[in-house]
């Protein structure tokens, strides 16, 4: 999901450590065979139903295909039916994630209390047990070192496993020194998984081809290096990072940093400006006309935001109104005289 919040490695590793411990307090020894068949385990464990679904019945608002159905008994873990055999085990422990902080009263509430940062949070620490379980520290120690990840390191981290793309994705934004993201993408640039470290995360789905970085590998050799700002929510565009972009078998997997990218061997300063850019509007009320930047959320009708001058978005106004041809200010049909178009105030 993406609703403008960032999470921090350190709340999303102290509440990894909770659902760890609940774990194996509810299900002793299940890590092992979580690790060597997820979908197996998960069936056989009772407290969960296991269920494969079309992709179009899992949640849009979740980082992988799938859904947790809490209101059924045993509640149920949905994954996506046409997902790779890794992918579809990296989602079933992602919808576990979400079971074992919802059965737990005490997280429930902490993340209940949190309001809409807690959705993401939630989501965030789903990710990373999932990819704790499949990919080990030891494993992930031999293929990324202290600087933080590259596309190679990526790369050779997911040849050494059988984990999917997007459990090797999140193990690597681990890995980043600085606030930053790993992001899987089609080769048409939409986002199919994103892992963030202290940045908003990158919605499911969104099309980020226009970031420039990311339309040189489009149009290209499928890789690329430089500095880009990722795409969100009514073409809002994040704060310019540092980018690398490679092939990651028939997808692109993209490496941003806020600083310090391991793939730079000299040293750089971050860019002068960097900060996010919000998406530029007219607006459309004929007595305004302004011209504004904004980060606000759209009208859910008209899908434009309200312009902060005169507070209209495209929405028909609820009454009929009308420009008085003296004074043109708009006023509600009831302040002119029958079919006049001068207002009363001015007639």
């Not at 809409?116 to 939630?122: F, K, M, P």
Request: proline letters at 5%.
């Amino acid at each position: 999901m993406s609703s403008g919040f960032a999470t921090s490695r350190v709340e999303v590793a102290a509440t990894l450590a909770k659902v760890t411990a609940r774990l194996q307090a509810v299900w002793p020894g299940a890590t092992e065979r979580l690790r060597h068949d997820p979908c197996h385990a998960i069936s056989e464990w009772g407290q969960v139903q296991l269920r494969f679904v079309p992709a179009v019945d899992t949640d849009s608002r979740c980082s992988v295909a799938g859904a947790y159905i809490w209101e059924d008994q045993p509640p149920v873990l949905a994954v996506a039916r046409a997902s790779s055999v890794g992918r579809r085990g990296f989602t079933a422990l992602h919808e576990l994630g979400h079971h074992l902080q919802q059965t737990d009263l005490y997280l429930a509430q902490e993340l209940a209390s949190a309001g809409a940062r807690g959705q993401v949070l939630e989501d965030a620490v789903c990710d990373a047990f999932a990819a704790s379980i499949i990919l080990p520290d030891e494993l992930v120690d031999q293929h990324i070192n202290a600087a933080g990840p590259t596309v190679h390191d990526i790369v050779d981290l997911h040849g050494a496993s059988s984990a999917s793309r997007a459990a090797v994705c999140v193990r690597a934004a681990q890995r980043i020194r600085s606030p930053g993201h790993v992001v899987l993408l089609d080769y048409d640039g939409s986002v199919q998984f994103a892992a963030a470290q202290g940045l908003p995360p990158v919605r499911k789905g969104s099309d980020q081809s226009s970031a420039p970085v990311i339309r040189s590998a489009l149009d290209s050799s499928r890789t690329a290096t430089g500095r880009t700002r990722l795409i969100y929510r009514d073409g809002i565009r994040g704060e310019e990072l540092f980018i690398q972009i490679g092939d990651l078998n028939g997808y692109l997997v993209a490496v941003l940093t806020t600083d310090r990218p391991p793939w730079e061997t000299a040293f750089v300063l971050p860019s002068a400006g960097t900060a996010p850019l919000g998406s530029t509007w007219l607006c459309t009320n004929a007595g305004c006309g302004e011209e504004f930047e904004t980060f606000g959320v759209s009208c859910d009708r008209c899908d434009v935001p309200k312009c902060p001058e005169c507070g209209a978005c495209e929405c028909l106004p609820a009454v009929a109104e009308r420009r008085c041809t003296r004074c043109f200010l708009v006023y509600p049909a009831r302040y002119f005289d029958g079919d006049s178009m001068v207002c009363l105030d001015c007639s």
